[in-house]
């Protein structure tokens, strides 16, 4: 510290050792960002930070071979990273990550000012049902509609500031399994193009069959409801009846009341909602 009486001049320097990872995650968590329940890291870290005259760093953190936990879900294994501070603002070197057998690339940056970063997650050929348990810890929502499938592309994990981080992503998807709301045979997807956003996810184009019966188009969830635009070659209209109108297996005790008749077959209550368009 020099001129402390007339204009101060300081410099403080941090330099760490073998520290151990998991007090960062209760900083990360005091500084906004929301993690998962029982979430937890174990690894090292070290390096050196120059505070001149300001808040904000000059340095590089290196982070060791690590792993982070979730709960009921396989380790996350983090190969060593380096985090570059450059100020407020600051990335880390990309690194792998392995879950099982499968790997992805991982790269963060973000600021410390208002606390915002992003963590993009690449991945090429990654089975989509080996990360079943670890999509469910770690709040991806999409993932449950999915019972299998192949993913070509990026998830991103996105914190702003004042709001809770979210998931979105690109890619393309195929050889995947899904299993759609008021359906009793899943859609088997040969091929779509993916977006995916906190509010929404757009499937087109979108190469997929449900039974025998092929067909091709696009798909768009959105608060506002679900639509789909598909394109088939040929279609049995008693078929297209069965897809509309499910048959599900009724209780015993419905099965006397409607015999008594004091009950009558009630439709899919999504199909009571359903607005249908098409062309032939």
Known sequence: LRNYLSVPQWKAVVEMDQVPLSPFLH???????????????????????????SRWPQGVISVGESQVLLAGAPPIEVEPLDAIFNGPVFETSPSQVRIGKETMQLAVSGSLDGFRFQSRFSARALRLDSLRRVAEAARIQWRRWLAAGQWDGQLIYRKEPAAPGAWSG????????????????????????????PDGLLLDPLSASLGDVQ???????APAGDSC??????LDLAQLAGWLNPRRKQSRWQI????LGRSAPQGS??????RIEGAV
């Open 27 to 53: 900083l990360a968590e005091h500084l906004g960002a929301s993690l998962p329940p029982k979430m937890e890291a174990r690894g090292t870290l070290g390096g050196r930070l120059v505070f001149a005259g």
């Open 170 to 197: 690109s890619g393309t998807l195929s050889k995947a399994v899904w299993q759609p709301e008021g359906l009793e045979s899943p859609v088997r997807i040969a091929q779509a193009r993916v977006r995916w956003e």
């Open 215 to 221: 067909f091709s188009g696009s798909y768009r969830r």
């Open 229 to 234: 635009k598909l394109r088939i070659g040929e």
């Open 256 to 259: 006397w009341l409607r015999a």
């Open 269 to 274: 209550s999504w199909l009571k909602a359903a």
